[in-house]
């Protein structure tokens, strides 16, 4: 049958308020951490959960859990960090506060098979994972020469080919495996964010950023075909691949070698508590040049009410099709330069250009910024030595202008080193500084979180796990009143 709401969010209130009188009537017995846990659930509605959910039960059969209870008590486990579905159904039997907290009686609490049958119902696919288990093997990322370099990148498709082809690509939600996982997080997060002003949806800064998440210690495969049996012991036939979405890639900031999945993350950098906005977990080996495009250009899809109108991304992201597409669509890139590609240009024959896109003169002085002209996407740059009443003090100066040689670099000429603002101004690095976002909220997702202690086998799993956790990202965003008002209602009683 379908499960039985009544009364929404306040039936959950009352529920909770009566409990709390109930086993603990002296609000000084919670730890103040724990209280900070409760008032956040507490205020928490979760009745669109229970909307959206009601069709993918059926009406015959014994009587399910409400599912905004079992979403509650699984958000309640990460928030406890409680990071076995096992530990913590023997918690849900134990504490009285984990089981009416999550929206259950002390005494009458799910069992580790109803948590995963909730999952099979949050993944829009009969497989657990994107890729069948058995497939070829790939090829395998090189160790780079200096220490805290990135890996090169083994893709095949470049990105100036991909880029074109996922722009022209419509992507449905209702398609993708973590559908469910995205309307839940969307309608009842993401938005809610949106309306209490910590994202700004008209001119949204967008900082985005992959990191590796280990799954496992080893690659775990196996043959499936007779060449050993053969002799032959080098075959490049099919494998059977435990965790198929995973391979192994370069975590540069440990220095090694690594089994799992590259999460590419978007993070609205001007919010204050640097919001997650959307993410997508690739396969280890991939580089964020490609990362972020297959990330952008879904959430594009997903979120079309977003404007963006800032992009702040990593060296590993500085090609030159990135430019040119941001130029076309209207958003101002901040992307640092990979002095590795090259930055030295001739301009105008007697000039060249430094790694910050600043033109240095034939004596090899960097000349000065003069202003900009947005409208003409140019920046405008003069002698360093020049000065209008004595003019240029240079041996052999390069013009006899009192005014010194003025260089004009157009957008048009090399939009990867001509930036608007320029790379060397003070406002180029202040925005880009909030690139750092992007960081801080894989740190939270890793460590506060304990993303990678989930330990799971599947991408079903692991999306399950991932978008909760950016679930509780925003909900500790949202304000809390000065006072408790669940702890006041205690108060009066007792």
Same mark, same amino acid.
């Given at each position: 049958?379908?499960?039985?709401?009544?009364?929404?969010?306040?039936?959950?209130?009352?529920?909770?308020?009566?409990?709390?009188?109930?086993?603990?009537?002296?609000?000084?017995?919670?730890?103040?951490?724990?209280?900070?846990?409760?008032?956040?659930?507490?205020?928490?509605?979760?009745?669109?959960?229970?909307?959206?959910?009601?069709?993918?039960?059926?009406?015959?059969?014994? +009587?399910?859990?409400?599912?905004?209870?079992?979403?509650?008590?699984?958000?309640?486990?990460?928030?406890?960090?409680?990071?076995?579905?096992?530990?913590?159904?023997?918690?849900?039997?134990?504490?009285?506060?984990?089981?009416?907290?999550?929206?259950?009686?002390?005494?009458?609490?799910?069992?580790?098979?109803?948590?995963?049958?909730?999952?099979?119902?949050?993944?829009?696919?009969?497989?657990?994972?994107?890729?069948?288990?058995?497939?070829?093997?790939?090829?395998?990322? +090189?160790?780079? +020469?200096?220490?805290?370099?990135?890996?090169?990148?083994?893709?095949?498709?470049?990105?100036?080919?991909?880029?074109?082809?996922?722009?022209?690509?419509?992507?449905?939600?209702?398609?993708?495996?973590?559908?469910?996982?995205?309307?839940?997080?969307?309608?009842?997060?993401?938005?809610?964010?949106?309306?209490?002003?910590?994202?700004?949806?008209?001119?949204?800064?967008?900082?985005?950023?992959?990191?590796?998440?280990?799954?496992?210690?080893?690659?775990?495969?196996?043959?499936?075909?007779?060449?050993?049996?053969?002799?032959?012991?080098?075959?490049?036939?099919?494998?059977?691949?435990?965790?198929?979405?995973?391979?192994?890639?370069?975590?540069?900031?440990?220095?090694?070698?690594?089994?799992?999945?590259?999460?590419?993350?978007?993070?609205?950098?001007?919010?204050?508590?640097?919001?997650?906005?959307?993410?997508?977990?690739?396969?280890?080996?991939?580089?964020?040049?490609?990362?972020?495009?297959?990330?952008?250009?879904?959430?594009?899809?997903?979120?079309?009410?977003?404007?963006?109108?800032?992009?702040?991304?990593?060296?590993?992201?500085?090609?030159?099709?990135?430019?040119?597409?941001?130029?076309?669509?209207?958003?101002?890139?901040?992307?640092?330069?990979?002095?590795?590609?090259?930055?030295?240009?001739?301009?105008?024959?007697?000039?060249?250009?430094?790694?910050?896109?600043?033109?240095?003169?034939?004596?090899?002085?960097?000349?000065?910024?003069?202003?900009?002209?947005?409208?003409?996407?140019?920046?405008?740059?003069?002698?360093?030595?020049?000065?209008?009443?004595?003019?240029?003090?240079?041996?052999?100066?390069?013009?006899?202008?009192?005014?010194?040689?003025?260089?004009?670099?157009?957008? +048009?000429?090399?939009?990867?080193?001509?930036?608007?603002?320029?790379?060397?101004?003070?406002?180029?690095?202040?925005?880009?500084?909030?690139?750092?976002?992007?960081?801080?909220?894989?740190?939270?997702?890793?460590?506060?979180?304990?993303?990678?202690?989930?330990?799971?086998?599947?991408?079903?799993?692991?999306?399950?796990?991932?978008?909760?956790?950016?679930?509780?990202?925003?909900?500790?965003?949202?304000?809390?009143?000065?006072?408790?008002?669940?702890?006041?209602?205690?108060?009066?009683?007792?």
């Amino acid at each position: 049958m379908l499960p039985v709401i009544s009364n929404g969010h306040c039936a959950y209130q009352n529920f909770v308020l009566a409990n709390l009188r109930k086993y603990y009537p002296n609000p000084d017995s919670i730890a103040r951490s724990t209280w900070d846990i409760i008032d956040r659930f507490w205020n928490l509605d979760l009745s669109f959960t229970d909307e959206f959910m009601k069709d993918k039960y059926s009406k015959f059969g014994p +009587k399910p859990r409400v599912p905004s209870c079992m979403q509650r008590s699984y958000l309640l486990s990460i928030a406890f960090k409680v990071t076995s579905i096992t530990d913590w159904v023997a918690q849900l039997k134990l504490n009285p506060l984990y089981a009416f907290l999550s929206g259950f009686e002390f005494g009458d609490t799910p069992g580790v098979g109803t948590f995963y049958d909730f999952f099979n119902r949050l993944w829009d696919s009969e497989y657990n994972n994107l890729f069948p288990h058995v497939r070829s093997t790939k090829s395998k990322v +090189k160790k780079p +020469k200096s220490k805290g370099s990135k890996a090169k990148s083994i893709e095949k498709t470049t990105v100036a080919e991909l880029l074109p082809e996922l722009e022209n690509t419509s992507f449905n939600i209702d398609e993708q495996p973590f559908g469910s996982l995205f309307q839940l997080y969307n309608n009842e997060f993401l938005q809610q964010s949106i309306s209490k002003g910590l994202i700004t949806p008209d001119s949204l800064a967008l900082a985005g950023d992959g990191t590796p998440v280990v799954t496992s210690r080893r690659e775990r495969k196996h043959r499936i075909c007779d060449c050993a049996s053969n002799g032959i012991h080098n075959c490049n036939c099919d494998r059977y691949f435990s965790q198929p979405d995973c391979d192994i890639g370069w975590d540069s900031s440990r220095d090694c070698f690594y089994h799992g999945y590259d999460l590419y993350m978007l993070v609205a950098s001007d919010s204050v508590s640097d919001l997650p906005i959307f993410p997508l977990f690739s396969p280890a080996s991939k580089h964020d040049s490609h990362g972020f495009l297959h990330t952008f250009f879904r959430m594009n899809n997903f979120l079309p009410d977003l404007n963006i109108n800032k992009v702040l991304l990593d060296s590993a992201h500085d090609a030159m099709p990135y430019y040119e597409y941001f130029k076309r669509v209207g958003i101002t890139p901040f992307i640092d330069l990979n002095v590795k590609k090259g930055t030295k240009l001739t301009y105008k024959k007697d000039f060249t250009i430094g790694k910050d896109g600043v033109p240095i003169c034939k004596a090899g002085r960097r000349m000065n910024r003069d202003g900009t002209e947005p409208s003409k996407y140019r920046i405008k740059f003069r002698c360093p030595l020049a000065s209008r009443k004595y003019g240029c003090s240079c041996e052999n100066p390069c013009s006899d202008s009192k005014y010194g040689r003025t260089v004009h670099l157009a957008m +048009k000429d090399n939009p990867r080193l001509f930036n608007i603002p320029p790379r060397d101004s003070r406002q180029w690095k202040y925005e880009y500084n909030a690139r750092t976002s992007a960081e801080r909220s894989n740190k939270r997702e890793k460590i506060d979180f304990l993303l990678e202690n989930g330990r799971h086998r599947s991408t079903k799993m692991w999306y399950c796990r991932l978008y909760h956790i950016m679930m509780l990202q925003h909900l500790d965003a949202w304000d809390l009143p000065f006072e408790s008002t669940l702890r006041k209602l205690i108060q009066k009683v007792s």
